[in-house]
């Protein structure tokens, strides 16, 4: 499994599920919640979830996000709580840039009973 990161499919709908730099882009706080289940009928099939929320600060460049999700695929569990940083630069009146970073931490299992 190594470093595999749970597939949604919603990133059309919330880009901060992959990109960090997303937090606040909008100038509005965003809430999202996702759930992935596949394999329904079987014993130990895949179901992640994920709840998200990001918001620029104030009137500043700077914007956080906060990103749970849980992993479940077959006898592995994984927990994670990711926090993210975006700044924005503005280049001109149309364009800006901004970059974003995330830092967190996983708790990963393997439940042999």
Not at 30 to 53: C, H, P, T, Y
Not at 92 to 100: N, V
Request: charged share 15%; no cysteine; aromatic share 12%.
């Amino acid at each position: 499994m190594g470093q595999q990161e749970p597939l949604f499919q919603h990133n059309y709908l919330n880009p901060f599920i992959y990109n960090p730099g997303y937090a606040g882009i909008n100038n509005l706080t965003e809430i999202g919640a996702f759930r992935n289940q596949k394999w329904a009928d079987f014993d130990g099939g895949i179901v992640s979830n994920l709840i998200n929320v990001h918001s620029r600060i104030n009137e500043s460049n700077s914007s956080i996000g906060l990103q749970l999700n849980t992993d479940n695929i077959g006898l592995t569990s994984r927990t994670k709580a990711h926090f993210s940083y975006a700044f924005r630069i503005k280049l001109s009146d149309e364009l800006i840039l901004q970059p974003g970073v995330a830092f967190g931490i996983v708790d990963q299992r393997i439940n042999f009973a």
